[in-house]
């Protein structure tokens, strides 16, 4: 058991669908016993009242049918319950309950029953008191200094105070300025009422002040109060604490001073007498309940807090002592002595779990058997732990949490693409031509029982899904189960990636957890290049174009591309053209003489989706051949400059983006402020002129709607331009792993840096994300020196002034690519770069001057060209002689 749980000492569960509040329990020797024994005074909303002697056999007994020595049923809600000294005449103790309308003070006795069963006990009717006015709650005590009796006082929901001098009424004062009520209690030591109104100020009214003041059976001052007769209501003091009270305490544990306790929603307040603040505690939780119950040292008082995080807190003043975790929400608390057990805890919750627990632990008499102490060798321990720790890193890195084959065995997901297209339809976003669609069929095959699945798939916009999300319940095992969806595009401009993705996540039950360990599976499906693309003429000129080299002859076009190109007499075709649905072209051309391949288009980006597609299908050509060398590489500059405009323009429509929406605030702003100028006009009883209000309203109105109209068109290019940046970075981050010859794990790496957001949003975009990424690259496995590594991020992304500093860092990384840097992620990797490294790298620049001469030195390596060379490593390549057409 943990230490810091409640110890169950007993316990029951009070009714069916009954409820209960703060003023609902009570701890007392009710029945006048004279033996020190409390009793639990229990009542409920639905009217029932239960007395209770908890007296179990052994620790954490529920309750027993002995143990309940009451149980009443009187019909009117039960709002409070105390014990005090009532009745007239005598001193015994008298239960008081009150109602909603009623006040009824019993008294409780039992009787020695004749046969074995026990005592019989029973409650008597004293008097009771009906109300003129609905109850809130009440409070006791020896009112005004009388001896040997106490008096009830009575706060009504309209902000009354009732006074009954036990069987009869004394009086009813009305509370200067209330609207609610709140808590009420009486302090012996200062002979005042203490309460929180609704302004949230802590009051305290004197009695003697409630007792000659004017009578409250009017409200308004009457004619004796004009007179002088009476005297106005007045506070004795105030004391504003900002916030709702839940409950007043007054606790005096010597004769000296007493300290009145506030509980309030964030915090609890300690008082003097006077109303000044001894001390107040910030709660970490939502309190339910408080109870000040002793003073353990001179000058100091605990407090239970319960909170609503079923947790009870100890206090003693301000600090924490002790913290116990309850088994539900306590609504009240009470400390007593029951069954010859002191300081018993007490709860109630609002649905009737009553609890008496106590704190600490069980003692233990088991005491661990002495071992025999021998000598430890220290170099065996060392060796025994680097060869643990060995294992352990091993398992890491082959298996991660749990091993792979049984995580696949549990689910194996697999995609299927229909090689035949489905019917054409046609989008009014793609213009005129017609919109193939494919089917795709993913097909979950299972080895054990699973539940809670559910299936997302996901394609890169345009590219949309007729169904992106399926849910199974439940798969029995050896089951099999397969849904079809159909994709196509969406939208004039392309897609950054051909790639979908079939993501389940289910829950496989176990033994211990029936609800089952929460996993995930995935799998990834190609589409064809068909569902964006059309055969197209190709075209002699074009603005930007890329060359790639390879090791092998060159391969005819129509067996890499079949379905794109007319068949002519020379089954060598050397010249395609593509044509994209959004409009755009792209020429595709194979060297009849050199071992080269060229791709050109008039838009930068939409060479991406064309030379992905060829080197792949050069791949699955050659392995089909069984030749196994086949490879490609870059050598030429690098298109920083064409993927610098593209930044640019996205920045700039992030940039648009914020001017358009202060835009719209202020005229959101100034139409709100003319509407509430014309509202006040409109409720003016005499009329005046609009002074062309209306027409300015008018025409803020169409500003308004004009300015959100120019905020989605920009959020559409904006979105439009975020898919073109992202295939122009593909095709960026492909050439450098081309023309640095990087291993898949440094292409992983660049890809995580350059590509670090699916989705881009003025609050997080592209440029400084990826600004932070490239930094952190260059100050760590691309850095110099350790004094570079040591330099630290910012950890605040904001929106960059300009996108000066990412170009800078973009071309630097290429920079130190081009010197011999590598990429890693590990550190101890990362600290030899600079002695591998030929030549050297510049450090990151912190200063314009620094920036300047990095530029210069980088210019020659990067410069803006239209005609891009790509080539693969290979071990002699022939120059280029021309690229026929």
Same mark, same amino acid.
């Given at each position: ?535 197209? &003429? ?7 174009? @890329? =060359?790639?080299?390879?090791? !092998?002859? *060159?391969?005819? $076009?129509?067996? #890499? ?108 702003? &100034? ?7 014309? @509202? =006040?006009?409109?409720?003016? !009883?005499? *009329?005046?002129? $609009?002074?062309? #209000? ?117 071309? @630097? ?9 590598? $990429? ?62």
């Amino acid at each position: 058991m943990s230490l810091f749980k409640a110890r169950d000492w007993w316990s029951t569960v009070l009714g069916e669908k009954e409820e209960f509040d703060q003023g609902c329990l009570c701890l007392a020797d009710v029945d006048n016993t004279g033996n020190g024994q409390d009793k639990v005074i229990v009542g409920s909303f639905m009217g029932y009242l239960r007395i209770f002697n908890p007296h179990p056999v052994k620790t954490g007994d529920g309750a027993q049918a002995e143990d309940l020595l009451l149980e009443v049923h009187l019909r009117d809600p039960i709002l409070q319950v105390e014990v005090g000294k009532f009745v007239s005449g005598t001193e015994m103790l008298h239960l008081a309950v009150l109602h909603s309308r009623k006040l009824c003070v019993y008294s409780v006795s039992g009787s020695l029953g004749n046969v074995e069963h026990g005592t019989q006990y029973q409650i008597k009717l004293m008097y009771e008191h009906n109300l003129q006015r609905t109850a809130c709650n009440m409070t006791y005590g020896s009112f005004g200094g009388v001896k040997g009796r106490d008096l009830i006082c009575i706060q009504s929901m309209d902000g009354m105070l009732m006074v009954f001098e036990q069987e009869s009424y004394a009086f009813g004062r009305f509370l200067p300025g209330s609207l609610l009520p709140g808590p009420l209690a009486y302090s012996s030591r200062t002979d005042s009422f203490i309460t929180v109104s609704s302004c949230r100020h802590v009051e305290s009214y004197k009695y003697q002040v409630l007792a000659f003041a004017t009578d409250a059976d009017k409200r308004q001052e009457t004619e004796q109060q004009k007179l002088g007769s009476g005297k106005r209501l007045v506070v004795d003091w105030t004391l504003n604490i900002g916030e709702q009270a839940l409950d007043i305490c007054i606790v005096s544990f010597n004769q000296s001073a007493s300290s009145v306790f506030v509980l309030g929603e964030r915090n609890f307040f300690c008082l003097k007498d006077n109303g000044q603040i001894r001390f107040m505690k910030k709660l970490d939780c939502s309190p339910s309940c408080f109870l000040p119950y002793c003073s353990v040292s001179e000058g100091t008082i605990n407090t239970l807090i319960g909170n609503h995080s079923n947790m009870l807190h100890v206090y003693q003043d301000v600090t924490l002592k002790w913290a116990t975790q309850l088994p539900h929400i306590p609504v009240a608390v009470r400390v007593g002595c029951l069954h010859d057990l002191k300081g018993v805890i007490v709860t109630l919750s609002d649905d009737g779990h009553l609890q008496c627990s106590y704190l600490g632990t069980d003692p233990s008499l088991f005491q661990a058997p002495k071992v025999e102490s021998r000598e430890l060798n220290y170099d065996e321990l060392d060796i025994e732990l680097k060869e643990l720790q060995k294992i352990i890193k091993d398992v890491n890195k082959s298996q991660g949490v749990w091993p792979m084959t049984e995580r696949e065995d549990d689910l194996k997901v697999s995609a299927m693409v229909s090689p035949n297209f489905d019917s054409q339809s046609t989008d009014v976003e793609v213009g005129a031509d017609l919109v193939p669609s494919v089917t795709v069929k993913v097909t979950l095959q299972n080895r054990v029982t699973l539940q809670k699945i559910r299936l997302s798939v996901y394609v890169q916009p345009p590219l949309v899904l007729t169904c992106e999300q399926f849910t199974f319940q439940f798969m029995a095992p050896e089951m099999t189960r397969t849904v079809g969806f159909s994709v196509y595009l969406k939208g004039s401009y392309l897609p950054p990636e051909l790639e979908g993705t079939a993501v389940v996540s289910y829950s496989r039950p176990t033994d211990r957890n029936p609800e089952g360990i929460p996993r995930v599976s995935q799998c990834k499906f190609r589409l064809p290049l068909k569902l964006i693309c059309l055969p197209g &003429q190709p075209s002699k000129t074009a603005s930007h174009k @890329l =060359t790639i080299d390879t090791n !092998k002859s *060159p391969v005819s $076009l129509l067996s #890499l591309f079949p379905g794109f190109a007319n068949q002519s007499e020379d089954d060598q075709v050397n010249v395609m053209g593509f044509r994209f649905l959004g409009g755009s072209r792209v020429t595709l051309l194979a060297s009849k003489t050199s071992q080269r391949y060229r791709i050109q288009s008039e838009q930068f980006e939409d060479l991406w989706l064309i030379t992905n597609e060829l080197i792949i299908r050069l791949q699955e050509y050659f392995e089909k051949q069984g030749i196994k060398d086949f490879a490609c590489s870059f050598s030429g500059s690098m298109p920083l400059q064409e993927y610098f405009e593209l930044i640019d323009h996205h920045f700039e429509l992030r940039i648009n983006g914020e001017k358009l929406e202060e835009l719209l605030s202020e005229r959101a702003v &100034q139409f709100r402020a003319i509407q509430r100028r014309l @509202l =006040t006009r409109f409720k003016d !009883k005499t *009329p005046a002129p $609009l002074q062309h #209000l209306d027409t300015l309203l008018d025409g803020t109105y169409k500003q308004v709607i004009a300015l959100a109209d120019a905020v989605e068109e920009n959020q559409d290019n904006l979105f439009q331009s975020f898919t073109r940046l992202k295939s122009a970075t593909h095709l960026v981050i492909l050439l450098i792993g081309l023309w640095q010859k990087l291993s898949a794990d440094q292409i992983a790496i660049l890809e995580a840096a350059f590509l670090p957001l699916q989705q881009d949003t003025q609050e997080l975009g592209w440029e400084e994300t990826v600004d932070a990424a490239i930094s952190h690259l260059l100050k760590t496995c691309l850095s110099k020196s350790s004094k570079e590594q040591a330099l630290n991020l910012s950890s605040q992304l904001s929106i960059p002034k300009d996108t000066s500093r990412l170009k800078k860092h973009i071309t @630097l990384l290429c920079d130190r690519l081009a010197k011999g840097g590598r $990429l890693c992620l590990s550190t101890d990797a990362a600290a030899p770069q600079t002695m591998v490294m030929p030549g050297g790298c510049a450090t990151i620049p912190e200063s314009d001057l620094e920036e300047r001469s990095v530029e210069q030195d980088s210019t020659e390596l990067f410069t803006n060209h239209k005609h891009l060379i790509v080539e693969t490593p290979m071990p002699e390549v022939s120059p280029l002689q021309g690229v026929s057409e």
